[in-house]
């Protein structure tokens, strides 16, 4: 076992699941809001704080994690989440992305029977901002509309995510992490650009 995989996880785990369990929640019920993880965790590069507190929160030993991140991450993250490594996103009920996200095509989608047997994306970001600029998102959770400013994806990332929601009920979640902060899209959520 490499020694990044025992560096130290969440600093509380029950306290600290349950405050990023909490900001998870409150982000992807309000999409286009940004909230801080009060987790304290330092997880090794390249992964963010927010992107590990989300996986030591949700993953466990029933769902397969695929990243991006390197050998050292995902030891780290299999080590304290207990979760098994998926060897692509295809397999996964998460996707880290700490660079590019794999196209949503490919990630496990659910059925129309069983929407919620889809995967969620987790991609790190270089920054969010809710408020104005940015994308103008619509849909369940926003009154009328939410602009949120995200730097770091791809730039055909809405056309992507069109697709994604296009498939609905199927299609997949999304969390934005960048630090400590995180914002969440469900799959129904528009995304217009600025």
Known sequence: MRAAALSPGLADPVADAQGCFRAVLDAM??????????????????????AAAVLLTL??????????????????????????????PEDAAFVLACGSPPSLGVL???????????????????ALEAGSGGWRLRGPGIEAEHRLRVSGLPSDFTARWGANRAAFPRGVDLVLCAGREVAALPRTTAIEEG
Do not use: K, M
């Open 59 to 88: 993953a466990d030993a029933a769902t397969p994690v695929w990243t991006d991140a390197g050998p050292d991450a995902a030891a780290w993250l299999a080590f304290h989440a207990g979760c098994p490594l998926a060897t692509s």
């Open 29 to 50: 019920s309000r999409p286009g809001s940004v909230r801080r993880v009060p987790a304290d965790v330092r997880p090794p590069a390249p992964l963010v704080p927010a």
């Open 108 to 126: 496990v989608q659910g059925t129309d029977e069983e929407p919620h047997r889809s995967a969620t994306l987790i991609a790190q970001v270089a």
